[in-house]
């Protein structure tokens, strides 16, 4: 987790907002609150200049999307946070994100999982020389 002390963020104390601006959250306790209420999922959510922390892998569902995200730190090869499965009916251990909206975002030790055309999108984000 972030070093509070040391970024302008504040840690996120209510992980069943529908909203949330320029905060960390921990997508393991994200996900763990909304277990608690209820849902399987982590939906109808706004992410404003918000620091998402792992490790964790997101699962990307219908209706999300990212505005001028960042999606961490890559050592140079973006396909290190693209996560692909094997299996046709799900993905066990990704943490499931729908109807979210992700607008100048940043990720810390985050995978991506999602439909084919969502990764190619991540893919492409590689820097060419």
Do not use: H
Not at 18 to 42: C, H, M, P, W
Not at 102 to 126: N, V
Request: aromatic content about 12%; overall charge negative; hydrophobic content about 45%.
């Amino acid at each position: 987790m972030a070093n509070l002390e040391q970024t302008p963020w504040k840690l996120a104390t209510n992980l069943s907002a529908k909203a949330f601006n320029g905060e960390v959250i921990v997508l393991s306790d994200l996900y763990r609150a909304a277990l608690r209420d209820g849902q399987t999922f982590i939906e109808n959510r706004t992410f404003t200049d918000c620091r998402l922390e792992g490790p964790a892998v997101v699962a990307v569902l219908g209706g999300v999307s990212f505005d001028s995200t960042d999606f961490g730190y890559t050592g140079g090869d973006i396909g290190r946070i693209v996560w692909r499965t094997a299996s046709t009916t799900g993905l066990v251990g990704a943490l499931p994100f729908r109807n979210c909206a992700f607008k100048g975002c940043s990720f810390f030790a985050t995978g991506f999982a999602g439909p084919e055309d969502f990764l190619q999108q991540i893919l492409a984000l590689s820097i060419q020389p």
